[in-house]
């Protein structure tokens, strides 16, 4: 089955630089990649998506890369401020029916230094 | 809509108890998914259903573990019995059946923890 690596686990970084955070996957069949936020105590929730049709997408200070020959993609985030404090799961979907199995990465917690 | 409702926001009990963890999907989506989420592990993917049928159930960790839809609406998640390791946030999640929307809705999560 579908196995999503993460890394790092731990992202700390200043406010106002960039973060950015790598993923692995391995059934070559998956097609959709979510990233999803969760901030303390609450549920994850999504913030970007990419299907494997497409090699990049973009949303204000969020970015997400796609190569599906090396089967990597990353989420990068740009101008990093406090409320980006979170942790971050990626996620891959294998291909084989609509909204099927979603397999999370052991998430990445960030945090947003002053 | 009011989102995915998951009852109750938290659990505590007693090694072998029963615990049964509930979830009302939003209504329309015909797929719904149990997460468990630990420090250790991440978000693990326990069972999900489309269209009120359990399609994967390979996540579930043991038998100790069910889960039934009986119908679009609802959904539990029954650990018999428990054990101190099956603490945890135990997530439902619905999603539309649609081939350009697989975005998770999640619901709150319970906080289970089992002494």
């Known amino acids: 089955g579908e196995n999503v690596e993460q890394h790092p686990s731990t992202l700390s970084v200043q406010e106002g630089d960039s973060a950015v955070i790598k993923c692995t996957y391995s059934?070559?069949?998956?097609?959709?990649f979510p990233w999803y936020k969760q901030e303390l105590g609450k549920r994850p929730q999504l913030i970007i998506d990419?299907?494997?049709?497409?090699g990049e997408k973009k949303d204000q200070r969020i970015a997400v890369t796609l190569n599906k020959t090396a089967k990597h993609f990353s989420l990068h985030i740009t101008e990093t401020q406090p409320e980006d404090s979170a942790v971050y799961f990626c996620?891959?979907?294998?291909?084989?029916?609509?909204?099927?199995?979603?397999?999370f990465g052991s998430g990445t917690r960030l945090s947003i230094r002053p | 809509d009011a989102g995915v409702i998951q009852s109750p926001r938290h659990e505590v009990t007693e090694m072998g108890q029963e615990v049964t963890l509930r979830c009302k999907p939003i209504?329309?989506?015909?797929?719904l998914f149990w997460y468990r989420q630990t420090m250790m592990r991440g978000l693990e993917l326990l069972i999900y259903?489309?269209?009120?049928?359990?399609?994967?159930d390979s996540g579930m960790p043991e038998d100790r573990f069910s889960a039934k839809m009986p119908n679009a609406s609802f959904s539990t998640l029954k650990i018999q019995p428990s054990e101190p390791r099956d603490s945890a946030v135990y997530f439902c999640?619905?999603?539309?059946?649609?081939?350009?929307?697989?975005?998770?809705?999640f619901g709150s999560g319970t906080q289970l923890s089992v002494l």
């Open positions: 259903f489309n269209n009120n049928v359990p399609i994967d």
């Open positions: 059934d070559s069949a998956s097609n959709y």
């Open positions: 996620a891959a979907t294998p291909g084989y029916s609509s909204a099927s199995k979603i397999i």
């Open positions: 999640a619905s999603s539309p059946n649609s081939l350009s929307n697989e975005k998770l809705f």
């Open positions: 990419i299907r494997s049709n497409v």
């Open positions: 209504s329309g989506h015909d797929y």
